[in-house]
């Protein structure tokens, strides 16, 4: 009795123990690659490190924050990334929710429309960026001439200041929106088939059924998708750096970038540390929202 | 006995292949995809020839460079070990200790300086009275126009009936700002391909008018004066211009999507590097080839570009970089790449013989690249032109007025001034 008790113990903790070898590698990886840079970033934001004197002389305290609360350019792109980040992952969703209830389907060709569908995912954003830059080009693409062709005038796609966000906004949709494409379809696929059977012979119309029955149980699968896109489009630099590098003015200015320049333009690498470590809280508190939104969901079911 | 056999094997050979890996070098280089790399490119196998040193290229985007090399300059040991330094970049390198300063290479090897064009030394020679590159290559910019469009007698009457005047190659920025405007109206194309792009290409273009209009960025002292009467009204000018004289997407635009406009017959002119006009000039990528022509930027002063050699400073080959400089800079190189299509720094490459009769129009880019003036050259050049970049775009776009862009622009450009402990 005595002894069989001992040897449970014994063998949990030989489980523990091997579970914790499993993962040593990998706890050591990630704290080579995400922890220890992240910390660093952290001490080099309260100091003076630069390029051009790459060492940490003294700490300035919150002055590198400071700075960048008073710069109204910050402000201007925190707000375009903002802008950007709500459009684009809310009509991402819209229309990847729309096409994945298409295709969860009997329908013939399904799989072509995947084969088409993650074409865009497998591109290079920089290469999207360069591709529709060309099809857009005022005078010379493609799209303008189509366009003509059924008697609309030329659009000028990203030399205005309220319409290149809107121009980068729809080229990232054509660029990312297979991804909440595929994520939603995986999890309409999965879905359990009872409680559809039921609506049916209960005699609910299809939109009941959406909202009362495919949403609820997809609530999981929508918080994940969204909180990864959200991510993802809080990132979003190969775009506006490609396509419009900020302009005109400085209407497409996304916070990554806006990083980007005080890193390799300014040289400054403690301002720029900063003002990254301001994003990431800004996207952790996103992140924080979302998960509750998910756990809450949980406790329901 | 057979083990004895086997080590001494080894060691012959290896004794073998010692004094072989050590001629074995290689120079690791960052260049920018343009001609003119892919010219030397061509030449490098004689380089090895001659001294057993390898050069290798890496070629890309000139946005993707600045980036590169800073990185590489931080790491212990650079991967690029011969440097090719944009103008932009030649005050920031030197002042941050990342290139060699050549003078006693010069010294040592009596390099003759005498044939380079003085602005060019200047510019990507030269920094604070010591000397950090060689000049390479020079992209000034000046004016290219349709010659047929100007000698067009309809046009040509119209244009004395609108203004009084006969239509002639513009002498001064406003000139030329309502000779685009005339013929965006009248000739059925844009008046010029501009490259109102945020970032570089904007600042690049607006410097042309800026310098043709008597402005400067910076005093002899060092005080931002880009909002002074002459600047203002430059910028006025390139507005407008933007805004009557430049294709509806020029604010989008950079030297590329100018280019297209340009060699698709749907511009009159452009203001733009002067290695432009060989390309405009190929039917098989033009379909103006043969009616364009390139001359001084209206007003006189055009912007100054180019490129230096330089050594990394945590190159592990230094001597060897150096070998490479001089040979590639020789009197013969320097004319080699010149009759090739390179464009030279040298007066003996500009005047050679076989060089102007292959390129005609260098005699006019000789006298461009002596007369143009470049950005001003510090630790924050490349932050300068964000700056810039920027507020000439938020004005450009209405989203400021002049005056209030260039305040910003000149409050930013005094502060750089101080970083950099050029102003007291």
């Not at chain 1, 040897?7 to 579970?19: C, I």
């Not at chain 2, 090399?69 to 931080?74: A, C, G, H, P």
């Not at chain 2, 402005?215 to 002074?228: I, M, P």
Request: proline content about 5%; hydrophobic content about 50%.
């Amino acid at each position: 009795m005595k002894m069989r008790k001992f040897s449970r113990w014994d063998l949990q903790k030989q489980e523990k123990l091997t579970g914790a070898l499993f993962i040593t590698p990998t706890l050591l990886c990630l704290i080579a690659v995400v922890l220890i840079p992240l910390v660093y970033s952290l001490v080099i934001s309260f100091s003076d490190y630069s390029f051009l004197r790459p060492i940490i002389s003294e700490f300035r305290g919150w002055e590198n924050f400071r700075h960048a609360f008073e710069d109204q350019y910050f402000w201007n792109s925190l707000l375009v990334t903002l802008k950007f980040v709500v459009i684009v992952v809310s009509f991402e969703f819209l229309i990847g929710f729309a096409i994945a209830l298409l295709l969860n389907r009997e329908i013939r060709f399904k799989g072509v429309y995947y084969a088409i569908l993650t074409i865009p995912m497998v591109m290079s954003p920089v290469a999207v960026g360069l591709i529709w830059k060309m099809l857009l080009h005022p005078e010379l693409g493609v799209i303008n001439w189509l366009l003509s062709l059924v008697g609309i005038p030329p659009v000028n796609w990203l030399g205005t200041t309220s319409g290149a966000i809107w121009t980068i906004v729809f080229v990232d949709i054509w660029h990312q929106v297979s991804f909440m494409i595929l994520v939603l379809l995986a999890g309409l696929v999965s879905l359990p088939n009872e409680p559809f059977q039921a609506a049916k012979i209960d005699g609910a119309n299809s939109l009941q059924i959406l909202f009362k029955i495919t949403i609820p149980l997809m609530r999981p699968v929508i918080a994940t998708a969204l909180l990864i896109r959200t991510i993802m489009a809080f990132r979003t630099y190969d775009l506006v750096y490609v396509m419009t590098k900020g302009g005109p003015g400085v209407s497409t200015d996304v916070l990554s970038y806006f990083i980007y320049k005080k890193t390799f333009m300014g040289l400054d690498l403690a301002q720029a540390s900063a003002i990254s470590w301001v994003l990431l809280v800004i996207v952790l508190l996103m992140v924080l929202a979302l998960f509750k939104f998910m756990r809450t969901d949980e406790e329901v079911a | 006995m057979n083990r004895l056999v086997k080590w001494s094997l080894v060691l012959v050979l290896v004794l073998l292949l010692t004094p072989t890996a050590l001629a074995n070098v290689t120079l690791r280089a960052l260049m920018e995809d343009v001609p003119e790399t892919r010219i030397i490119e061509q030449l490098l196998p004689e380089f090895e020839r001659k001294t057993g040193i390898k050069v290798q290229f890496e070629i890309v985007q000139y946005g993707d460079m600045h980036a590169k090399l800073v990185t590489q300059f931080l790491s212990p040991r650079s991967q690029y070990d011969i440097v090719q330094v944009d103008n932009y970049w030649a005050g920031e390198f030197p002042a941050a200790g990342w290139i060699e300063p050549l003078d006693k290479y010069v010294e040592r090897d009596k390099f003759d300086l005498s044939q380079y064009l003085p602005s060019m030394l200047e510019m990507v020679g030269y920094y604070q009275g010591k000397l950090y590159m060689i000049p390479q290559y020079n992209y000034a910019m000046g004016l290219i126009y349709r010659t047929d469009l100007m000698e067009d007698p309809v046009l040509q009457q119209k244009f004395e009936a609108t203004y009084g005047r006969k239509m002639e190659l513009p002498k001064t920025v406003r000139e030329y700002v309502e000779l685009c405007e005339f013929m965006q109206k009248n000739a059925g194309v844009a008046g010029s391909a501009m490259q109102a792009g945020r970032g570089d290409p904007i600042v690049m273009e607006w410097s042309n008018y800026l310098f043709s209009n008597g402005g400067a960025y910076y005093d002899e002292n060092w005080r931002a004066v880009v909002n002074s009467p002459q600047a203002i009204e430059a910028t006025e000018l390139y507005i407008r211009n933007v805004k009557n004289g430049a294709p509806a997407g020029a604010l989008s635009y950079n030297l590329d999507d100018a280019y297209r406009v340009m060699s698709q017959g749907r511009a009159f002119s452009m203001i733009s590097y002067h290695w432009m006009l060989p390309q405009l000039n190929d039917p098989a990528n033009s379909v103006v080839a043969g009616k364009v022509a390139l001359t001084t930027m209206p007003g006189g002063k055009g912007l100054n570009g180019g490129w230096g050699w330089a050594i990394a400073h945590n190159s592990q080959y230094k001597e060897e970089v150096w070998e490479f400089i001089k040979w590639v800079e020789s009197k013969e190189i320097a004319i080699k790449r010149a009759v090739m299509g390179g464009a030279p720094t040298r007066y003996d490459a500009f005047r050679d013989p076989q060089v102007l009769a292959n390129w005609p129009w260098y005699a006019e880019v000789e006298k461009i690249a002596e007369d143009a003036k470049p950005v001003p050259e510090f630790t924050y050049s490349t932050q300068m032109i964000e700056v810039l970049g920027r507020e000439l775009s938020l004005a450009a776009s209405g989203q400021k007025t002049v005056k209030a862009a260039l305040d910003e622009a000149a409050r930013a450009l005094n502060q750089l001034a101080r970083s950099a402990g050029l102003q007291k």
